[in-house]
C-alpha cells in the first residue's frame, strides 16, 4: 500500500518547469531514492511535499490526507519530517533544544500551564527531555547533548538533524543527501543507521542521494528524475541498466558506446 | 608595525573628537582622586591605554620587545596627535567651528604647563601609557585580573562618588569611610591607594583559596548546601527591600527609572531576544499602558475612576491586545522591514494621543493629570522609594514569568523560530500563534510598565513616548546580552542608571550609546552579561542552581 502517493504535481518558477506531472508512489516502509543530474527538480519536489511550496497542479496524498496548501507546521503533524541538504540546525541551540523543538508538535502545554509550572507541565517536559535524551543516544551522541549546535562537528550535526527529524515521531522520512561530504567510512555508517531506521523503527525513508554505493546499496525503489521529469522508476539493478537514465547523467550519445563497449 | 600605527592613528583621532565635543571638558569638573586627576584625564588615559594594550595584542610573533615597541609607538602617535590639536589650536582659532575648543580645554590638555612644555608632556604621557599597556600585556593573567579589578574599582568609586557618599553618610558607623575616602569632590589619595590594596588583596586571597571555599561549598552534603543558598536569597531580598531607605530619595528616585527600564527590557527582550523579532515601535505599548491608567482612573476626564489595581487588569488586556494588533499585519515581515513597520506604528500611537481629534478622550498635547497613586492597605505608593517597591514587584514577577517561559515549549519555539523561521515551521511550530504571543506578552510586560509609569508622574503626555525610550530599550538589549535576563539589568543599570548618576553625562548620553554600540559589536557582540548556554543533558540539579543565582543577579543589579 502506499503511504505517499502524488499524481501529475507540477512546479514552474516563471517559464521554468522544475517539476512536470511527477506521479510516484512510496510504499509503507520502504527506502525509496530519488536520483538524478543536479537540477533536476529533486529537492524541489522535497519542498512540495513538506508545504514549503505549494505545486501549481497536482495532488499529494499521505496516508490519504491531501497535502497541496497544507503549512508545513501542519505537515510535519501528519507524521512527515524531514531534514536539509545543507544543514539547517538551530545554531545557537544545543543538541537537545534541538531535539525538544522537534518535539514540539507532541507537547500541550500553554501559556498559562507554563507560567503556573502546573503538574502536567512538568510531567511533559520531564517526558520530552528523557525522550531527547533517548534520540541523542539513538544517533550516538549521548553526551554532546548540551553543546551548542554550531560546535558540532559535520558528521554530528548530520546525525542531529536526523534525530530532530525523529523527534517529531514522523511515519515519512525525507533525507536530502544524508551522506553529502562524508567518507567511505562515515558514509557506511550512515547507510547502516538509515537501514536501521527503517527496521527498527518502521519509518518509510525517502531519499535523495548522489553517491551510487549508497543509493544502489540500500533502496528497494529507485525513482530517476531529470529536467523534472521522471524517466524511469524501478529496483536498483533495473535503473542500472536503463539506457535513458545512462544518457541522462553522461549526455546523448554516450548510450551508444557504452552498448557498444558492453 | 603598521598595525600600531594604525591603532595610534585611531585613538588619537578618538582623543581630538573627545576633546572637541567638549567631553574631556565636562568631565574634568569632576576629579577621581582630588587634585591629582580628574575624570577628563582618566577618560583619555583610558583610550591611550586601550590603544596600546590593541597594538601589544596585535603584534604578530609576541616577542616582548616588539610587542613594548608597538605600544610605546600607539601611545606616542595618540599622544602626538593630541599635541598637534594643542599646537593648531594655539596657532589658529578653532572656537568658529568648534565651539567647545575653548582655552579652559588646551590648559587641561597640557596640564596646565602652557603649549611648548604642555607639548612634551603629552608626548611622555602617551609613550607611558603605551609601554604600561604593553607591560600589563605582558604580566601574567593573575597580576593583569587585578590590576584591571582594582583600578576599576577606584575608578567606579571616583566616577559613582555621587552615588556611594550619600549611602554612607546615612549609616552613623559607615561615616567614618566618607571621611577616610572622599573629599568634596574625589577620592582622597589614601583612601584611593587603601581602596586599591584592599581589592586587589580580597582578588589575591580570592585566587588562592577561592577554588578551596568552592570545593568545600560542593562537599557540604545537599541539605546545609541548600540553607546557605536560601540564606544567601534571603539576604539579598533583605538588602533590596531596605534599599529604598538606605539610598535616600535621589538615588530611589533612580532606580525606580532603571526598574522601569528593567520591565520594558524584559518584555523587549521576549520579542527581540528570544523571538528575533526586531520591535522599534514598543514605545507604542508603554504609551497605550499608560494611557489607558489615564483614562481609567483619573478624575480629570471623568469617564471613569478606577483605582490603580483595578484598572490594572484592563490595562494588561489592553496591552496584549494591541500587541496582536501590531502583529497580525507584519507576520510576513522579516528583519529590516519588521523593524520600520514597528517603527511606524510607534510614531502613529505618539501622533494619535497628541492630536486634537482623540482630545476629548486623551487630553491631547496637555495630556492627562491627577491620576491616583496605587495603595495597598493604606500604604500609599505615593513617592519615589514607595513606587520602588511597585517596580520591585513589577520585576520580579516579569523576570518570573520570564524565566518560566525561557525554558518551555514556548520559549524553544521562539528561539527556534529567531534561528530558522523555515525550519521552525517545518518543525511543526505554527508561526502565526507564536509570534503574536511573542508580541502579545511582549506588549503586556510594557503596558505593565506603563500603568506604573503613569501612577508614578500622576500624569501622562504625549511627549514622554517618543521613539528614543524603543531606541533606549532596544540599546540596552544589545549591551547587556540578547536574550539575557541578567544581561538586561545590567544594561538599563549602565545606560540608564550611569546617566542618571553623571551630571556631566547628561549632554553625551547620545554619543555614549552611539559608541557604547559600536565597541560591544566590535568586541563583545554577545553582550556584557550573554545569555548561558542551557545545559539540559545531565545537570539539571545545576540548572536549578543557575536559576537561582541569576534570580540573585538580578537584586544585585
Known amino acids: ?262 | 608595525m603598521k598595525q600600531a600605527i594604525k591603532i595610534g592613528l585611531i585613538g588619537g583621532v578618538v582623543e581630538i573628537l573627545l576633546s572637541l565635543i567638549g567631553m574631556v571638558e565636562a568631565f574634568s569638573q569632576r576629579d577621581i582622586i582630588a587634585h591629582v586627576i580628574s575624570m577628563g584625564h582618566t577618560l583619555l588615559i583610558i583610550v591611550a591605554l586601550f590603544m596600546g594594550y590593541l597594538a601589544a595584542k596585535r603584534t604578530p610573533g609576541k616577542g616582548s620587545l616588539w610587542v613594548l615597541a608597538n605600544s610605546f609607538l600607539s601611545g606616542l602617535i595618540v599622544g602626538g596627535l593630541v599635541s598637534l590639536l594643542v599646537i593648531v589650536g594655539s596657532l589658529i582659532d578653532l572656537r568658529k567651528v568648534f565651539v567647545n575648543a575653548m582655552p579652559v580645554l588646551y590648559e587641561l590638555l597640557t596640564f596646565k604647563q602652557g603649549t611648548q612644555i604642555g607639548v612634551f608632556l603629552l608626548l611622555g604621557a602617551g609613550a607611558l601609557s603605551g609601554v604600561l599597556a604593553g607591560l600589563f600585556f605582558l604580566s601574567p593573567k593573575l597580576l593583569r585580573r587585578v590590576l584591571l579589578i582594582s583600578l576599576g574599582s577606584v575608578v567606579g568609586a571616583g566616577v559613582l562618588q555621587d552615588l556611594l557618599r550619600p549611602t554612607f553618610s546615612l549609616w552613623g558607623p559607615l561615616a567614618i569611610i566618607n571621611e577616610w575616602l572622599f573629599t568634596a569632590n574625589g577620592l582622597t589619595i589614601q583612601g584611593a591607594i587603601g581602596l586599591f590594596v584592599l581589592i586587589a588583596a580580597l582578588l589575591l586571597f580570592w585566587s588562592r583559596k577561592g577554588s578551596v571555599i568552592q570545593t568545600g561549598f560542593r562537599q557540604l552534603p545537599p541539605a546545609p548546601q541548600r540553607i546557605l543558598k536560601m540564606s544567601g536569597i534571603l539576604i539579598l531580598v533583605f538588602i533590596l527591600l531596605i534599599l529604598p531607605q538606605v539610598l535616600g530619595l535621589f538615588l530611589s528616585e533612580v532606580f525606580t527609572i532603571v526598574g522601569l527600564y528593567v520591565l520594558l527590557g524584559l518584555g523587549l527582550n521576549i520579542v527581540v531576544g528570544y523571538a528575533g523579532l526586531l520591535d522599534l515601535g514598543y514605545v507604542a505599548f508603554f504609551a497605550i499602558g499608560s494611557y489607558t491608567t489615564a483614562v481609567l482612573t483619573s478624575p480629570e476626564l471623568g469617564f471613569f475612576s478606577l483605582s490603580f489595581w483595578e484598572a490594572l487588569p484592563f490595562v494588561i488586556v489592553m496591552g496584549v491586545f494591541s500587541g496582536v494588533l501590531l502583529g497580525t499585519p507584519v507576520l510576513k515581515m522579516r528583519g529590516d522591514y519588521l523593524a520600520i513597520a514597528t517603527l511606524g506604528f510607534g510614531e502613529i500611537i505618539r501622533i494619535l494621543v497628541l492630536s486634537d481629534f482623540l482630545r476629548p478622550w486623551l487630553g491631547g498635547a496637555q495630556g492627562i493629570g491627577k491620576i491616583p497613586k496605587a495603595s495597598i492597605a493604606g500604604f500609599e505608593f505615593a513617592g519615589p522609594q514607595q513606587i520602588y517597591y511597585l517596580i520591585l514587584a513589577g520585576c520580579l514577577l516579569v523576570i518570573f514569568i520570564s524565566l518560566r517561559l525561557r525554558d518551555s515549549r514556548l520559549g524553544r519555539a521562539w528561539m527556534a523560530m529567531r534561528e530558522d523561521e523555515d525550519v521552525a515551521q517545518a518543525m511543526g511550530i505554527n508561526l502565526v500563534a507564536t509570534k503574536l504571543l511573542a508580541f502579545a506578552t511582549g506588549a503586556g510586560f510594557s503596558a505593565l510598565s506603563g500603568a506604573i509609569f503613569a501612577t508614578k508622574l500622576s500624569s501622562v503626555y504625549p511627549h514622554s513616548f517618543n521613539v528614543m525610550i524603543s531606541i533606549n530599550i532596544v540599546c540596552v538589549i544589545i549591551v547587556g546580552g540578547m536574550g539575557s535576563i541578567p544581561g538586561v539589568i545590567v544594561g538599563a543599570a549602565a545606560l540608564v542608571g550611569l546617566p542618571e548618576l553623571l551630571r556631566e553625562f547628561a549632554e553625551y548620553r547620545l554619543f555614549v550609546y552611539g559608541a557604547a554600540l559600536v565597541a560591544m559589536m566590535l568586541l563583545r557582540p554577545e553582550g556584557l552579561w550573554p545569555e548561558a548556554v542551557h545545559r539540559r543533558e545531565f545537570h539539571e540539579e545545576e540548572e536549578k542552581e543557575a536559576e537561582s543565582k541569576s534570580s540573585l543577579e538580578l537584586k544585585s543589579g
Open chain 1, 1 to 262: 500500500m502506499a503511504l505517499l502517493f502524488t499524481k501529475k504535481v507540477t512546479k514552474r518558477f516563471g517559464g521554468l518547469v522544475a517539476v512536470g506531472d511527477l506521479d510516484i508512489d512510496i510504499r509503507e516502509k520502504s527506502i525509496h531514492s530519488i536520483i538524478g543530474p543536479n537540477g533536476a527538480g529533486k529537492t524541489t519536489f522535497f519542498n512540495c511535499i513538506t508545504g514549503f511550496y505549494k505545486p501549481e497542479e497536482g495532488e499529494i496524498l499521505f496516508n490519504d490526507h491531501s497535502l497541496v496548501g497544507l503549512l508545513p507546521d501542519r505537515i510535519v503533524r501528519l507524521g512527515i519530517s524531514r531534514t536539509y541538504q545543507n544543514i539547517r540546525l538551530f545554531p545557537n541551540l544545543t543538541a537537545m533544544e534541538n531535539i525538544l523543538v522537534g518535539l514540539h508538535g507532541h507537547l500541550r502545554a500553554g501559556f498559562f500551564g507554563i507560567v503556573m509550572s502546573t503538574p502536567a507541565t512538568r510531567k511533559e517536559e520531564k517526558e520530552a527531555a528523557e525522550e531527547a535524551r533517548r534520540l541523542l543516544k539513538f544517533v550516538n551522541l549521548a553526551g554532546k547533548g548540551d553543546f551548542l549546535a554550531k560546535n558540532l562537528p559535520y558528521g554530528d550535526q548530520r546525525r542531529l538533524e536526523i534525530a530532530r527529524a525523529l523527534a517529531s515521531r514522523p511515519k515519512l522520512l525525507l533525507l536530502d543527501e544524508p551522506t553529502a561530504g562524508m567518507n567511505p567510512r562515515e558514509t557506511q555508517d550512515m547507510m547502516d543507521f538509515i537501514q536501521h531506521l527503517r527496521d527498527e523503527l518502521g519509518i518509510t525513508i525517502l531519499l535523495i542521494e548522489h553517491q551510487m554505493r549508497v543509493v544502489m546499496g540500500i533502496s528497494e525503489t529507485v525513482t530517476v528524475l531529470d529536467y523534472g521529469e521522471k524517466i524511469a522508476e524501478g529496483t536498483p539493478t533495473e535503473i542500472q541498466g536503463n539506457p535513458k537514465v545512462i544518457e541522462a547523467y553522461l549526455g546523448r550519445g554516450s548510450t551508444a558506446e557504452v552498448s557498444q563497449v558492453s
